[in-house]
């Protein structure tokens, strides 16, 4: 039965990856209507806009109106909301519609990676409750990283992105692993430290990045704690490493390019000052304090995945 809500607030981004953001945002508008007597839309047009519209709903009159939170938007956008949220201490569910590249958190809610139907299943949908990292002073739901995952990315603004899509993802991976740049740097998780260099360093929370699952079968975004990938400097075996199935217990055993640690805090100092990419956003520089909040944020789950995984 689906739940209704008082009063939802959907935010969208002028900059979304919906090639046709009125016409989509249209549908959307369609099936989210049952789920709220009141449903308001809001434009995000600069960065850093919905987090102001958050610390209105907080201090504003309708403060104790507004139960539920949406947004139409990729990973960065999601990130924003987020940090918007967890700053201004806003007490109510979230819901995501993919409008984005990658649309990584969506995989993990079990929402079709089409908008149009994503909302659709939100109708059907129940909050759950998902841990968030703490990084320096921001927040991020799925990931943060330094090394290879900044220099694609790096290499992705170069071209694109808005034209070519995925595509200029393919071809970047391909540059960055041919030519890495090595990281040294000093890690202290959960008080035990680490020296030596590495091509990257990634700490998820989510099990999606990139657009590609994680492959740890039992990696989970909520069960309170962070994982640490540390990725040696032969970027061949890291390149075939990536891909073989494990699980958290046999992980160090059977790899040979990829480093696995579990952890609830964690610092990274490096000798050059590296950016960091924060849920797909380069957002800051190291050195970086990360922490794991457990059950921060309910998030619109849907209890059984998708069948179909290929966005349109």
Known sequence: MTTQYNHGVLFYHKGSGLKAIHEGLGEVVKSL???????????????????????????????????????????????????????????????????????????????DPRYKIASQQLQNATPQPYDV??????????????????????????????????????????????????????????????????????????????????????????????NVFIFDNQKFSVFTDVFKQRDSMNWNNISQGIQHIPAKQITISTDDTHQVDIDGEIALTTPLQIEIIPSAVRILTLTSPTVNTDAN
């Open 133 to 226: 990292m703490k990084v320096n002073d921001r927040y991020a739901l799925n990931f943060a990283g330094l090394g290879l995952i900044v220099q694609n990315a790096l290499n992705v603004q170069q071209g694109n992105k808005d034209v070519f899509g995925k595509l200029s993802y393919v071809g970047s991976t391909v540059k960055t692993l041919v030519n890495p740049e090595y990281v040294n740097y000093t890690l202290n998780v959960d008080g035990k430290k680490l020296e030596d260099e590495s091509s990257m360093i990634l700490v998820a929370n989510g099990p999606f990045i990139g657009g590609n699952r994680i492959p740890m079968t039992d990696l989970s975004p909520n069960d309170g704690y962070l």
């Open 33 to 111: 209507t049952p789920l709220c007597k009141h449903l308001s839309i809001q434009l995000s047009e600069h960065e850093g806009d919905i987090i102001k519209y958050c610390a209105q709903i907080k201090t504003g009159d309708y403060s104790t109106d507004v139960d539920i939170l949406f947004i139409l938007g990729g990973d960065g956008t999601v990130n924003e909301l987020i940090n918007g949220v967890l700053q201004h201490n806003l007490d109510v569910p979230l819901a995501i519609i993919p409008g984005g590249t990658f649309n990584d958190f969506t995989k993990t809610l079990n929402l």
